[in-house]
C-alpha cells in the first residue's frame, strides 16, 4: 500500500481554490502522537481543544469544528474511530463524538508500517505540508502538532514524478529583482556585502492551491512580514481612492485580530495599516487582483484595522515606493 499517495489523496472540499485543511492537520497531529506513543488513542474529549487550536491558526478564516476531520478522515483509509461501545464513528456532530467516547488513531496497516520505517512519517508529512501549507509554516506546524520529522527525499518512481508540479526556482530571483530588493510593506532592504539576507519571495496565492510561480503572484517580503503575511496578520487590498502620483494604488492590510502592545508590534505592524505597498519597478506587473482576493478570502483573518495613512506615513515605504498602476 503507497501511503504516501494515501496522504497526496485525501478528499478535502473544494470549491473555488478554497482551503480546506482540516483532514492534513489532524493527519500530522496524529503522526505527532503516533512517534510520542505508537499504540495510544486520541479520545475527542481529550484533543478537542487542541485541534481547534490548530483550525484557528493554521485554517481559514472561518470558524470550523474539529468533528468534522475526526469522523470523516476514516473514509481516507489512514484513520479509524472507535467508541466505548466498540462501535465505529457516531458521526461529525460534536456532542455524539463526545458522549459516545470516540477515540481515534492511525490504522493498524500504517502504525505498522511506520514502526517497519520510521522515516515514513517525515515523508508523510512532508507531502502532507507541501500540498496544503507555504514552506515559511512548515517548520512551525510541525512543533505546533509535536511532530519531528526526519526529512527524506520523496520517492520519486516515474508514475508520481508525472503528476508533481515543480516549483520554479527562477521565482525568488524574478520577484526580489521586480522589487528592486525591498520589502513590499515596510522597504527593508538589507544585505550582507552583496546578499540580500532577510528578503523572501511570498506566494500570495499558496503554491498548494494552484498559485503561480509568476512575478504577479509574488511580493518580495522581509521574513517577518512574509510569515505574517502566510498566517493571516497581513494582507493588500485596493486604494480607496485613487492613488497619488508615483503611489502604489495596493495598500497593506493588519488584521483586527492581531494583538501586540509593545513598541516593535506597533511599530513593525499595527502601523502599516492603510500605508501604500512598495510596488515592483516601472513595467512590471502588480499582484493580480484575482491572487489578491483568493488571498483576503482563504488566509487573511477576520476583518482590517482602519487605515494609517491619515495618522501618518510610513518613511521607508513613501521613500521608496514605485508605481504599480
Not at 516601472?282 to 482602519?306: E, I, K, M, N, Y
Request: hydrophobic share 35%; with cysteine; glycine share 10%.
Amino acid at each position: 500500500m503507497d501511503w504516501l499517495e494515501r496522504a497526496a489523496e485525501l478528499r478535502q472540499w473544494t470549491r473555488s481554490g478554497a482551503r480546506a485543511p482540516h483532514k492534513p492537520l489532524l493527519f500530522l497531529y496524529a503522526l505527532g502522537r503516533f512517534q510520542r506513543d505508537a499504540e495510544g488513542e486520541l479520545r475527542y474529549s481529550a484533543v478537542e481543544e487542541d485541534l481547534k487550536g490548530l483550525l484557528a491558526e493554521y485554517g481559514p478564516s472561518n470558524r470550523t469544528t474539529p468533528s468534522y476531520p475526526f469522523h470523516h478522515l476514516v473514509a481516507d483509509g489512514v484513520w479509524e474511530v472507535r467508541t466505548d461501545r466498540g462501535t465505529d464513528s457516531p458521526g461529525s456532530g460534536v456532542r455524539e463524538l463526545r458522549e459516545a467516547g470516540a477515540a481515534g488513531r492511525l490504522v493498524p496497516e500504517l502504525r505498522s508500517a511506520l514502526r517497519r520505517d520510521p522515516s515514513l512519517v517525515g515523508r508523510i508529512a512532508r507531502v502532507l505540508l507541501d500540498r496544503n501549507f507555504p514552506p515559511s509554516l512548515h517548520g512551525d506546524l510541525c512543533e505546533a502538532v509535536g511532530l519531528e520529522p526526519e526529512w527524506e527525499p520523496l520517492r520519486d518512481d516515474g508514475r508520481r514524478s508525472e503528476a508533481r508540479r515543480h516549483r520554479d526556482r527562477r521565482m525568488r530571483e524574478m520577484v526580489l529583482t521586480a522589487y528592486e530588493y525591498r520589502c513590499a510593506f515596510c522597504g527593508y532592504d538589507g544585505r550582507i556585502g552583496s546578499s540580500p539576507v532577510g528578503l523572501e519571495a511570498a506566494h500570495v496565492r499558496w503554491w498548494a492551491f494552484g498559485g503561480p510561480d509568476d512575478v504577479d503572484n509574488g511580493l518580495c517580503l522581509c521574513s517577518l512580514h512574509h510569515k505574517l503575511f502566510d498566517k493571516g496578520v497581513l494582507g493588500i487590498a485596493d486604494a480607496p481612492r485613487s492613488p497619488s502620483p508615483g503611489e502604489c494604488s495596493l495598500r497593506v492590510m493588519v488584521s483586527q485580530r492581531f494583538v501586540g502592545h509593545s513598541a516593535a508590534a506597533r511599530e513593525h505592524v499595527i502601523a502599516l495599516a492603510g500605508r501604500p505597498l512598495v510596488g515592483p519597478q516601472p513595467g512590471l506587473p502588480t499582484v493580480a487582483s484575482a491572487h489578491r482576493a483568493w488571498h483576503t478570502d482563504q488566509v487573511f483573518h477576520g476583518d482590517p484595522r482602519p487605515g494609517a495613512a491619515a495618522r501618518g506615513c510610513n518613511p521607508l515605504a513613501d521613500s521608496a515606493v514605485e508605481s504599480c498602476t
